[in-house]
C-alpha cells in the first residue's frame, strides 16, 4: 500500500489565485514528519516546507503554507498567490522517525508521485 | 555555502561499462541516501547510509552499489549498467536530529543513459 498518495498528476491555477495540492499518508508511527518539495523544469529539488506530527500549528513559510488534518492523515499544500515562477512538479514526502542508539533518530524519506502545477499568466 | 554536489550531471554510456556517481556534502550530515526518478513513479530510494561505514538498500538496490568510507562522500556505483538504469538520480543528505524534522538537501541530480 502506498504510504504517501497524491491524487492529482495536474492541476492548472490562474496567476494571483490561490491553489491546494492534495496529500494523504498512512503511518502507524506516532512520531513522523512531512515535507513539500518543489521541482521546477530545471531539475533541482527545492525543499518548502515542513510539518512535524506533534506540531500544533500549521506550518507556514512565505506564501506556503500547509493544511494538517492529523485526524484525517492529509497534509495539503497551499500556494498563496500563485505566480508564474511556482509552476513546477510538487511531491509530498513523509518520514518517520526511528530513533537511534545515540539518541538522535532518522527514518528514511518516502515520496509521493507527485503533482505538476502549470500556472496560467 | 551548504550543498550537495553530483558529478556528472549527464552522462551517455553503454550497456555494460562500469560508471560511478559520485556525491560529497560539505554540511558534516550522517545521513546521506541516493534516490532515482522515472516518470510516473516519483522518487524511489537506491541505497542510503547512516554514518560512515554504515549503508542498507532501500527499495529499488538491484543492479547497484554504494560506499560510504568518508563522511562526506556517498558514490554510487553501477557496476554493469543496463538500459532499465536509464534515469535522473538524485543525492541527498540530512544530520540525524532528535525527531523527524530534519529536511533533506538534494544534489542537482545526474541524468543517466544507458544505450
Known amino acids: 500500500a502506498q504510504k504517501i498518495t497524491q491524487t492529482q498528476p495536474g492541476m492548472f491555477v490562474q496567476e494571483k489565485e490561490a491553489v491546494t495540492l492534495d496529500c494523504t499518508y498512512d503511518t502507524s508511527d506516532p512520531s513522523y514528519g512531512l515535507f513539500w518539495y518543489k521541482q521546477p523544469s530545471s531539475g533541482e529539488m527545492i525543499f518548502l516546507i515542513y510539518q512535524g506530527s506533534y506540531d500544533q500549528q500549521n506550518a507556514t513559510e512565505g506564501r506556503y503554507s500547509l493544511n494538517f488534518q492529523k485526524a484525517r492523515k492529509s497534509a495539503n499544500l497551499v500556494i498563496s498567490a500563485s505566480q508564474l515562477g511556482d509552476s513546477a512538479m510538487y511531491f509530498c514526502a513523509m518520514r518517520e522517525a526511528k530513533r537511534l542508539n545515540y539518541g538522535g533518530s532518522q527514518g528514511n524519506l518516502i515520496f509521493g508521485k507527485g503533482t505538476k502545477l502549470s500556472v496560467k499568466p | 555555502e551548504a550543498q550537495v554536489t553530483q558529478n556528472p550531471r549527464y552522462l551517455i554510456t553503454v550497456t555494460g561499462k562500469k560508471l560511478t556517481v559520485t556525491c560529497s556534502q560539505n554540511?558534516?550530515?550522517?545521513?546521506m541516501s541516493w534516490y532515482r526518478q522515472d516518470p510516473g513513479l516519483g522518487l524511489r530510494q537506491i541505497y542510503y547510509s547512516m554514518n560512515v561505514e554504515v549503508t542498507d538498500k532501500g527499495d529499488v538496490p538491484e543492479g547497484y552499489k554504494v560506499s560510504r568510507k568518508e563522511k562526506r562522500n556517498f558514490p554510487l556505483i553501477l557496476e554493469s549498467p543496463s538500459p532499465n538504469q536509464t534515469s535522473l538520480y538524485f543525492c541527498?543528505?540530512?544530520?540525524?536530529?532528535?525527531?523527524?524534522?530534519?529536511?533533506?538537501?538534494f544534489g542537482d541530480g545526474t541524468r543517466l543513459s544507458i544505450l
Open positions: 554540511m558534516n550530515h550522517e545521513y
Open positions: 541527498a543528505s540530512s544530520a540525524t536530529g532528535v525527531g523527524s524534522n530534519q529536511p533533506q538537501h
